[in-house]
């Protein structure tokens, strides 16, 4: 079982790749500015230029920059706290992520009724060739973030929910959670992602979750789920008015 320590480190380690920083500079106060850059090994999420992306672990910012915008940016920036830039005007899309809380985390009590199957990499294509085009869940073999594990919360013969965990990196998988609208508001969210998580970290990975600032369900869930705030991250900016 993955420790606390060994947990912060990895992520530490791959959030520096993914903003071009020292894993040192996410426990520094202040604003640390980084030049963008596609580096080997970072999470193969889209690379939108001109980029503006900032994340913050609680201490500092790492604000993540284009290079010929980086120069604009650090004059609008300088001198401000965190909470000044990730208010800025032309920020949006700040989403929170969540670490599971290692040394509290434990099973979560499933809803009577319901049966909980764990789904190995191998037999997800049969699942979607099965259930696809019912359920409308898509799957891509091929994806640079590919699905690894699924959970799948099932009432007799119906899929109720499914629980996702990709392979973002080497080292850490994201986890996502759907409940059918008819199988809503039965506890069904928060136990699927607490079996996902507590079965990544088994086998030596990183489990990680997040949520849209305005889902406050899927908070809920993450909380109950056994997880806590590790991180916020601003993936949208509207850079028009500061680029002129």
């Given at each position: ?21 020292s ?36 201490h500092?910012t790492?604000?993540?920059?284009s ?23 032309f ?21 009577d ?20 085009s ?15 594990l ?21 080292t850490m998988?994201s ?6 609208n008819?199988f809503?508001g ?11 998580t ?35 991250h ?7 008015g500061?680029?002129?």
């Amino acid at each position: 079982m993955i420790n606390k320590k060994n947990m912060m480190d990895f992520v530490h380690q791959q959030l520096a790749i993914d903003y071009n920083c020292s894993p040192d500079d996410f426990l520094k106060d202040g604003l640390i500015f980084t030049e963008a850059r596609e580096n080997e090994g970072r999470r193969p999420f889209p690379f939108v230029t001109p980029r503006l992306e900032m994340i913050s672990m609680g201490h500092g910012t790492i604000i993540n920059v284009s290079s010929d915008i980086l120069p604009n940016i650090r004059q609008v920036f300088e001198g401000k706290t965190r909470e000044e830039v990730f208010n800025s005007p032309f920020i949006y899309g700040v989403m929170p992520y969540f670490l599971p809380d290692i040394d509290k985390i434990a099973s979560t009590t499933k809803p009577d009724g319901f049966e909980f199957v764990m789904v190995e990499k191998q037999d997800i294509q049969k699942l979607y060739d099965l259930y696809g085009s019912q359920y409308g869940m898509q799957y891509d073999p091929n994806s640079q973030i590919p699905e690894m594990l699924l959970v799948l919360a099932k009432y007799k013969d119906a899929i109720a929910g499914i629980a996702k965990a990709k392979a973002d990196c080497k080292t850490m998988w994201s986890i996502d959670v759907d409940v059918l609208n008819s199988f809503r508001g039965k506890g069904l969210a928060a136990p699927m992602v607490n079996m996902l998580t507590l079965e990544i970290l088994r086998r030596g990975y990183i489990p990680y979750y997040f949520a849209a600032t305005s889902n406050v369900l899927s908070t809920h869930v993450a909380v109950r789920a056994g997880y806590i705030p590790a991180w916020v991250h601003c993936y949208k900016t509207r850079l028009d008015g500061i680029m002129k």
